[in-house]
């Protein structure tokens, strides 16, 4: 690995890290993904909804559509998203994603600050995921 930083930066960078490495919001989401990944239920609740919406897309494109069909994929991926979206450990690992998003949105500001003062954040929403670069 190249290093660019000088030795002060790379000091500093370490001790932010450290400190970052450290903080709550870091652990719960750390947590949040652990508690996720074994969920057996939320896993299988994924991967049906991932499955049933790629035969809706797919029955989609074809030339003779079946509506019947169709509806009945429709109805079960809103039910799917339903169970998903009201489970527990969903909700805790969409509001630690939300949590880190909002983490890194400042960090990336911050570093966007250094590297073009003049540029302000008026008009920003502050969410770049939309965005295709500050101006």
């Known amino acids: 690995m190249v290093i660019y930083m000088n030795e002060k930066l790379r000091s500093k960078f370490e001790d932010f890290l450290a400190e970052l490495d450290s903080d709550a919001d870091i652990?719960?989401?750390?947590?949040?993904?652990?508690?996720?990944?074994?969920?057996?239920?939320?896993s299988t609740k994924i991967s049906e909804y991932n499955v049933q919406a790629q035969l809706l897309e797919q029955e989609n494109h074809k030339a003779e559509i079946d509506t019947l069909l169709i509806d009945s994929l429709k109805k079960r991926i809103d039910e799917l998203y339903k169970e998903i979206s009201?489970?527990?450990?969903?909700?805790?690992?969409?509001?630690?994603e939300e949590t880190m998003s909002r983490l890194f949105g400042e960090?990336?500001?911050?570093?966007?600050?250094?590297?073009?003062?003049?540029?302000?954040?008026?008009?920003?929403?502050?969410?770049?995921?939309?965005?295709?670069?500050?101006?």
């Open 86 to 96: 009201a489970n527990e450990v969903m909700k805790r690992m969409t509001a630690a």
């Open 27 to 42: 652990a719960e989401y750390r947590a949040a993904k652990e508690a996720y990944e074994g969920d057996k239920y939320v």
């Open 107 to 135: 960090i990336n500001s911050g570093l966007q600050n250094i590297i073009a003062p003049d540029n302000s954040d008026e008009g920003c929403g502050g969410g770049c995921s939309g965005c295709s670069g500050c101006h």
